[in-house]
């Protein structure tokens, strides 16, 4: 059974950082992708960002892409969402996900993960 906990949610200003990680256990983590939703209060869950088993490919919602930057150390069983220049529309529950199928490209369709961390809040002050 896959097992996420995810870590390093917090509150903070807007335009400061953070940096969540999720730690998998369970199952072979480096051939699975992964990536992180959240779920604003009162709105639907949202894809945020994934990434190949490999680091070889990335996706982002249009929103973060080019302030939220997704990776991995597959020697540690962990993947990573740095947030940078955050704004109080990122306040959210981050969840972290793990991808239903192997060495595949990375997928922003909810129906792709089978595995969900219980979530850590964030939450951006104006």
């Known amino acids: 059974q896959v097992q996420l906990v995810e870590s390093g949610g917090g509150l903070v200003q807007a335009g400061d950082s953070l940096r969540l990680s999720c730690v998998s256990s369970?199952?072979?983590?480096?051939?699975?992708?992964m990536g992180w939703f959240r779920r604003a209060p009162g709105k639907e869950r949202e894809f945020v960002a994934a990434?190949?088993?490999?680091?070889?490919?990335?996706t982002y919602t249009d929103s973060v892409r080019g302030r939220f930057a997704i990776s991995r150390d597959n020697a540690k069983n962990t993947v990573y969402l740095q947030m940078n220049g955050l704004k109080p529309e990122d306040t959210a529950v981050y969840y972290c996900?793990?991808?239903?199928?192997?060495?595949?490209?990375?997928?922003?369709?909810?129906?792709?993960?089978?595995?969900w961390g219980r979530g850590t809040q964030v939450t951006v002050s104006s």
């Open positions: 369970g199952r072979p983590f480096n051939i699975y992708g």
């Open positions: 996900v793990g991808d239903r199928m192997a060495f595949a490209s990375p997928s922003e369709s909810i129906d792709r993960y089978g595995s």
């Open positions: 990434i190949s088993w490999n680091s070889g490919s990335m």
